[in-house]
């Protein structure tokens, strides 16, 4: 068993191997990897003896279970109105400035993946986004740069990963 | 279970309680229109097509989703109605690639009617259907084209709930969402078993056959080609349907003029080889029953019929471990091809290289069947093409052949002649009743002790069906067969098959020999057969296939002629080295997900 596949294991006999619990494992998975690959999307499939189809369909469904290849921090801006009013096209411009990605793409270094999402729940404190679970509020470009500034530090305080990222202080 | 009376359309009806509306309206033939909905299938009210006004809701509720109550006033033909149908086609049409002129499914397309019915050219929106869409020509049986697909999962239920395979599902949501595979993999690369149900219950052309009437066409234009089919039973029961005749018509002797006036050069009989398939199959299961008895050898039991090729892909995937299981005998169609490339060549002097055998087939896996790589014992590729029931009617159409008015004539020779044994192989039950009439003959000498032949616990629409026979007054060979109790089953659509083997998995199968089947019904209600098929026309084409079979004088697959004839001239025994050469093949092993 690959060390996924083994994942995948522990999740499934955590929640139980029932159809219903597909999500929550599914879930579990994403905290851990930040996206579903193939090899675990089928050891899913098997561990609930289900069609490996029917993860796809369900995972596919969901825009936070994600299939394709995404960093260690999923950064997803809120494109719907109140944010795009507030100014959400600004946000963005200075993310891609930082990471050297446009929207839908993830740094070399699989550190950051930059999405756009639908709204968060957060108009009142628009322009918002979320970085993994964590939402960001009121932001402003000098505010954002700063915030990847602190994640950037941090990665870099634990391992060297970062080879293609240069930012503003 | 209660009663519950109803007002649909000024019709007193009375229903019994859960009965949904559109039910209750068939009942007074009040005809409200469907989409998503098929009888075979659970309800999705995902198209919301069958909309109807209930006095007193405010909305206008699916029919097909609400259940019929006590009082309820249904309207099914209002100004209201109509105009959220006509909007609800429309909103289809304006994502559909509508390319009515050049679709395979013209004319037989519930979306095309639908939208005629309302005239919907009257009101069009903006056509919104997605640029690049590619269709997917990658299985050798089923072509999906997107485009054409209005998203009502008929195809997703028939997987899931007939098939037990969910090779498809729904994927992606909202304006993205589509049906499809896993991570979206072409249909060759995923469990598909090409069976074909998906196709014969989608309601539109997003879902056909990979059509090969044109290379057929090619090669009856072809003078060096000696161009044969081959046609099953189901073929003949089903084919009346698209060309005029009520469901359930017997059109063999027109079928057989038609395909001479075609252009094949023989137009030969599935059925022959079934009959040889009883032989061999029959003589391989007393094979292993005397293993196992008298020898006390570990064999495989029970032993599974294999002539189904969507079943065998499905064991192949999903129990990879179990494949001794299944009889090595090729499925008839197969037997037939690897015998037109050597014994009808020798026997008629003409170069396997220059023979076409092609087989008419009611079913879509035997289009993948017939590209097997273990498919080509003759050294050639045994059987060229494959086509469905529902090509062949196009055929006919194409041929300018007034198929209603046609004389009726007989099958060439050889390998035309057939038993009424090879006839009801089309039906589920069939196959084992057919080796049962042959078994139990060889045994004891005697025939099957059921009237007039008719082994009636294999028959019927059952998903798995039982039957005990018990073997008394052996021939002195078969004496360790003795007051043995032979357990038989027989189960059609794959979901039954999976509980089948599920049994044989944990060790607990009380059988000897089961048939099974991948279609429901069997072959007549294969994935190639005329659309629609449902419960009704099931059995209608399963009555006519035993009216076949009556129809015959000969009603045992041993005592076909040309049966002794090729064992005499051929391949002198049952399992004897050419058979092996010829009619046998071995399994692989198939990725489960
Ligand atoms: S699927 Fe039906 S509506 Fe669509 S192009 Fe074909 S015949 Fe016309
Ligand atoms: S492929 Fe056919 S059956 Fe399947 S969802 Fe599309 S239209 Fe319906
Ligand atoms: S051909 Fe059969 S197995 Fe394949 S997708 Fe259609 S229903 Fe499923
Ligand atoms: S619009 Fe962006 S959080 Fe609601
Ligand atoms: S037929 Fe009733 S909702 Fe589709």
Redesign the pocket.
Known sequence: MTEVQEKVRDLSEKYGRRRENLLPILQGIVEKEHYLTSEAMIQVAKELDISAAEVYGTASFYSFLDTEQRGQYVIRVCKTISCDMKGKNSIIKAIEDVLKIKVGETTQSKMFTLLETNCLGWCHKAPAILINDEPYTNLTPAKIKAILGDYIRNAEGKQKIIGDIQYER | MANINLIIDDFKVTVEEGTSILQAAEKVNVKIPTLCYHEDLCVAGNCRVCVVEVEGMRTLPASCAIPAEEGMVVKTNTPKVRRARKDIVSLLVSE?????TT?Y??TN?E??NL?AEYNIDNETYMSVLKPDIVIDRSSWAIEKDDS?CIRCQRCVRTCAELQHVNAIDVVHKGKDMIISTFVDAPMNDVVCVNCGQCINHCP???LTERRYFDDVWDAIGDDEKHVIINTAPSVRVGLGEMLGFPVGTRVTGKMVTALRKIGFDSVLDTDFTADLTIIEEGTELLTRLKKALVDKKKVALPMMTSCSPGWVKFIEHMYPDHLDHLSTCKSPQQMFGSLAKTYYAEKKGIDPKNIVCVAGMPCAAKKYEANRPEMRDSGFQDIDAGLTTREIGHMIKQAGINFLDLEESDFDSLMGESTGAGVIFGATGGVMEAALRTAYEIVTGREVPFENLRIMPVRGDEGIKEATIKIEGCLPEWSFLEGVELKVAVAHGLINARTIMDQVVKGESPYHFIEIMACPGGCIGGGGQPIPTNAEIRKKRTEAIYAEDEGKVLRKSHENPEIKQIYKEFLKEPLGHKSHELLHTKYRKRFRY
């Open positions: 559909h690639n509508t390319q009515c679709c499914r013209s397309c979306l095309q939208s054409k539109t052309g997003a």
